[in-house]
């Protein structure tokens, strides 16, 4: 005698709001999925044998490496006329054989004020006339 089983009739399920992520979730789903290879392995022309253990000296300093400077970036308002002579003495600099940036030159303008004494440096920044901070209107 065969029973039959009787399954209950499930109640429809309830349509859900589908959200954008769910969505894209479905839809990556159903992309084909690209099939990466991997490289070969580079073939050697032949097994190397291992290599016999000889006493090794204890490492007894490492090379120094220099400190890395950190640098900084940072803009700033100049004359036309301050920033022409920049260009002069990059011109200077070539023709001594040096090709120089801007920032070098700063950096080096900034050494020699660093090594003068206190009253050429008060004189150095009365020279320089104050401007007005900030970016230059539209000319």
Request: net charge positive; proline share 9%; glycine share 4%.
């Amino acid at each position: 005698m065969a029973t039959t089983r009787k399954t209950a009739a499930k109640a429809p399920a309830k349509p859900r709001a589908a959200s954008p992520q769910t969505a894209r979730q479905r839809a990556a789903q159903k992309a084909p999925q690209k099939v990466v290879k991997a490289a070969p392995a580079p073939r050697t022309a032949a097994p190397q044998a291992p290599k016999a253990k000889t006493a090794v000296a204890p490492k007894t300093e490492k090379k120094a490496k220099p400190e890395k400077v950190k640098v900084l970036r940072d803009s700033f308002t100049i004359p036309k006329s301050e920033y022409a002579a920049i260009a002069e003495m990059k011109k200077r600099a070539l023709a001594m054989g040096k090709e120089v940036r801007k920032s070098e030159l700063l950096r080096a303008g900034l050494m020699l004020l660093a090594g003068t004494s206190d009253a050429a440096f008060g004189k150095a920044l009365a020279q320089v006339p104050a401007l007005k901070t900030g970016r230059p209107g539209k000319a």
